[in-house]
């Protein structure tokens, strides 16, 4: 009697249902995984809500601040323009303010810090006159105003006149040519506390726990300004917080829910579908293993057989199943406008720095001149010069009389006759194009590097099921990836700089090198055995015995590849491994179980027919699943394509980063010239056209193997106008279809809605058509049309149709576009995924449907009906095998027709 057979009668009938158990036990332990799941979300729900209304509180704080200590900047300016102040202009530049900001308790002008001026007096009369050098609390902020050089705020503030205020200082210094500027003293501005905070909103918000603090320099609550004492007590995770700029001081606004911080609910639908699905499940596995104790005892010479034929079909099918691969500065000039802000005067530097002639100018105001281009916030800066404001730095583009742009900054302050009657604005204007040019250049570029460098890195990364080693020339190991050390459990840091062959058996590359020898027709050295043949015909792959950290053995598929330079110069090579042991162990049991199986049944007799028909069945099915490892020579050429791009960008990467240290010194040095920064710049964008090239190709082979499942990946989503979608899309494909004699037509009529959809999708779907024409439609032609039209169809869709006068297709052809690896250009750069994937998208993400028709006159059209509003993603409940995190779909809609491979 088999052990197992023996163990099952002897055992009592609660350890012989030990799935049952288990299955109870893993079903208990993936709801509570799935209830704190829905906790942790709804936790995050709340929060991202009380951040949203922190926000706008926040912003209305600021708001108001800025509203009501205004009037001081005002009045500073006013008096270093003058050189001093009377009462009538202080009253008069004062009491509109007054009287929009009903807060405002009152402005105070303190030459020589006494308070000479106050408004207003009424009320305030134990203001006026006041010394603030005898009153320590109130001098300590004028101290430190004059210290810093600019506006102070302090809240709460035990006022003179009574009750809590929030007081804004602002030194003023009265500046003389040739001479320092001199102190001529400070302007206060004088809020109620509680209005201050009411004019905000602050206390009628009813929902929250709200409180306002001072920010301290390391970023914490300070001492507490207004609200409850309660959030002081609470830890930084259980409440919210923003800072709050205002004029002067930095606050720093605490809030939690008035109630409390909520929980989700204990009981959720999804929650009760899985365990009902769980105890199904639980079920099933009790009637199995009773079935398996009957089947155990009829027929006990044979179980042992059966149960090993399984378990090898089972450890095979895991086996496939882990086959999947990653597979300059210019001078200023002067610049006057008159009362009404158009120009008088600008200097003959004007004209030469920013090559724009002066009637483009003279008699405009600033943003009515002809040479402008769009882009700038007219509209504020508009306000400040109604306002009368001094204003420094403001930038804006314009176009210079060669066509090219030109970015001007310019500075201005208000002029004031006498009489204190507004003339006009007087200032300087400089070229900063140079340098705004310099900087965009230098963020493209390091923009560029970066992402290039984090592209190369995730696609590394992502490749976890294979190891990945590349070595120099010298044989030294250079990268490992994340999958190199899951594999043989070392760490990178361990290994760089090392030879690979440390964990490889010696007799095994010496016999290698031998078996090379004969091959070769020449000597072959040990240290050539891995490299010999690739050297030859560019990689070779073969199996190889590798010794893991911890000194256990494993067998793994190894492909070799060649890495060359540019130039044609050989840098190293990549190796790429598959763990197979667990495929060669299943096939060597499988060999010794079909031997013992061709053994036992010549012995058996009549009565065993069945079980001998059963057998064979199983032994079909084990060859069919045998077969289905052909797509391991898939994976392998996957990987093959992937050597040369990763090569390449490798190369282009680190030729990039040592011109950029080289730029970084000279900058450094002072030594740069124009001419480096060109050079620079040139190489920069051919580096970085080589390593979009490469990285663009890994990253698609891998993207489209990852989404040969139905589902897509999860994009976020957003309100948006199709055309700027379409816009984006062309100007990503205008550089390679510049190159070609076809062109894109668009016929966009105007949608009565915006898109509440997912971009990126709809994006990858109108990039793959293009894609897919350039290859299939016009192949073999000197001209053709691709055009992009939608139209209106109802109140919930529209229709979509791109379509090309190519040299179309057959029907053969158009039924089986959409099936995946379906390609007419096998081996000539088609993968058969880019319809497989447009198809997936439509149906799945989108939540429409796609026809796919021959065009009158010759050529293909693909037909879309696509919603307004797209359906939302939701998690199908169980992950796809094989993928690293849970995915999302909708249910598939069946397509009216089918289209070109891709």
């Known amino acids: ?103 405002l308790r009152s402005v105070v002008a303190a030459p020589d810090n006494i ?34 050089g600019k506006p102070m705020l302090r809240a709460p503030v035990p006022l003179v006149q009574g009750g809590l205020g929030v007081i804004q200082r602002s030194p003023v210094y009265l500046r003389t040519p040739g001479a320092e500027p001199r102190y001529w003293g400070t302007v206060s501005a004088v809020a109620d506390l509680p209005r201050f905070i009411a004019s905000a909103g602050l206390g009628d918000e009813a929902k929250l726990e709200l409180a306002l603090h001072e920010r301290t320099a390391d970023g914490r609550a300070g001492a507490r300004i207004w609200g409850t004492a309660v959030l002081d007590k609470l830890a930084e995770q259980d409440r919210l917080s923003r800072m709050v700029r205002l004029p002067g001081a930095e606050w720093l606004l605490l809030a939690r829910p008035a109630q409390g911080w909520e929980r989700a609910a204990f009981w959720s639908p999804m929650l009760a579908t899985l365990w009902g699905g769980c105890a199904l499940v639980t079920l099933l596995v009790g009637l199995l293993t009773r079935m398996w104790r009957i089947q155990c005892r009829d027929n006990e010479a044979l179980s042992r057989e059966v149960e090993q034929g399984l378990l090898m079909r089972t450890e095979l099918e895991a086996s496939q199943a882990r086959f999947r691969t990653l597979a300059v500065l210019a001078s200023d000039w002067v610049w006057e406008q008159d009362a009404d802000l158009r120009f008088t005067y600008i200097s003959r530097v004007a004209e030469q720095a920013s090559n724009t002639a002066s009637n483009l100018v003279l008699g405009y105001r600033r943003w009515e001149s002809p040479a402008l281009l769009p882009g700038t916030d007219w509209e504020a800066h508009r306000l400040s010069l109604e306002r009368r404001e001094t204003f420094r730095d403001f930038e804006y583009a314009q176009v210079s009389a060669d066509g090219t742009t030109r970015y001007v900054s310019v500075s201005g302050a208000p002029v004031f006759d006498a009489d204190g009657v507004f003339t006009g604005y007087r200032g300087t204007g400089r070229d900063v194009t140079v340098q705004r040019r310099a900087e965009a250049a230098l963020r493209a570029s390091q923009a560029e590097l970066e992402s290039a460098r984090d592209r190369l890195q995730a696609v590394l990364d992502a490749a976890t099921e294979v190891a990945i080693i590349a070595t120099d020339a010298q044989d030294q190991i250079t990268v490992f990836s994340r999958g190199a050390e899951r594999m043989l459990g070392y760490g990178e840091a361990q290994v760089l700089g090392q030879s690979p062959r440390q964990w490889h058996l010696a007799e095994e590359i010496d016999a290698r090198a031998t078996s090379l020898s004969q091959q070769l027709g020449r000597s072959v050295k040990a240290g050539e055995a891995f490299t010999a043949r690739a050297l030859d015909e560019g990689s070779d792959t073969q199996v190889w015995t590798m010794v893991r950290r911890d000194g256990s053995r494993l067998e793994v598929s190894l492909t070799v590849s060649v890495v060359y330079s540019r130039e044609g110069e050989l840098i190293g090579f990549l190796g790429v491994a598959r763990d197979i042991s667990a495929q060669r162990q299943a096939e060597r049991d499988l060999r010794a179980l079909n031997t013992e199986l061709e053994s036992r049944v010549a012995a058996r007799t009549s009565e065993l027919a069945d079980t001998l028909n059963t057998l064979q069945h199983a032994q ?29 960008c490798l190369t282009t990467a680190s030729t990039l980063e040592a011109r950029s240290v080289e730029l970084k010194n000279e900058l450094s040095t002072g030594a740069m010239r124009r001419a480096t920064l060109d050079r620079y710049l040139d190489d920069t964008s051919t580096a970085t056209s080589i390593l979009l090239r490469g990285l663009t190709s890994a990253c698609d082979l891998v993207q489209h193997f990852k989404q040969l499942s139905v589902d897509q990946t999860s994009e976020q989503r957003r309100s948006f106008a199709l055309e700027s979608v379409v816009a984006d899309v062309l100007g990503l494909a205008r550089a390679r279809w510049k190159v070609t004699p076809y062109r894109i037509e668009t016929a966009l009529q105007a949608l009565p809605q915006a898109l509440d959809s997912y971009p990126g999708a709809l994006g990858q779907v109108l990039s793959n058509l293009m894609q897919n024409a350039l290859m299939h439609a016009f192949e073999g032609r000197h001209e053709g049309v691709l055009r992009i039209s939608c139209k209106p169809l109802d109140a919930r869709h529209f229709e979509l149709r791109v379509e090309d006068d190519g040299v179309g297709m057959t029907e053969e052809v158009r039924q089986r576009a959409f099936d995946p690896f379906f390609t007419t250009k096998l081996g000539r750069g088609g993968t058969g995924l880019g319809l497989n994937i447009v198809y997936n998208i439509v149906n799945d993400v989108l939540g429409g449907r796609l026809e796919l028709t021959q065009r009158e006159g010759g050529g293909t059209c693909f037909l879309f009906c696509l919603p307004y509003v797209a359906p939302q993603l939701r998690p199908t409940g169980t992950e796809r095998r094989g993928s690293s995190a849970p995915e999302e779909h909708l249910e598939p809609q069946p397509a009216a027709g089918h289209g070109r491979p891709h």
């Not at 134990?126 to 210290?147: G, M, S």
């Not at 079909?620 to 390449?648: D, F, I, K, Q, Y």
């Open 115 to 148: 308070a000479r001026h106050v408004y207003p007096l009424a009320g305030n009369e134990a203001v006026l006159n006041l010394d603030y050098r005898t009153i320590p609390a109130q001098w300590a902020q004028i101290e430190a105003a004059k210290r810093l």
């Open 1 to 103: 009697m088999p052990p197992s057979t023996a163990f099952a009668h002897r055992s009592t009938p609660l350890v012989a249902y030990w799935p049952v158990w288990l299955c109870l036990l893993l079903s208990l332990a993936l709801g509570l995984l799935v209830q704190r799941q829905e906790q942790h979300a709804w936790r995050a729900q709340q929060r991202e809500s009380i951040e949203e209304r922190l926000t706008v509180l926040r912003d209305r704080l600021e708001a108001s601040g800025q509203a009501t200590f205004a009037p001081t900047q005002s009045l500073a300016t006013m008096i270093q323009v003058d050189g001093g102040l009377n009462e009538l202009r202080f009253a008069q530049a004062i009491e509109r303010a007054l009287h929009l900001l009903p807060h």
């Open 620 to 648: 079909v099915e084990l060859l069919r699943a045998e077969r289905m490892a052909a797509l391991g020579s898939l994976v392998a050429g996957v990987a093959h394509e992937l050597n040369t791009p990763l090569g390449n």
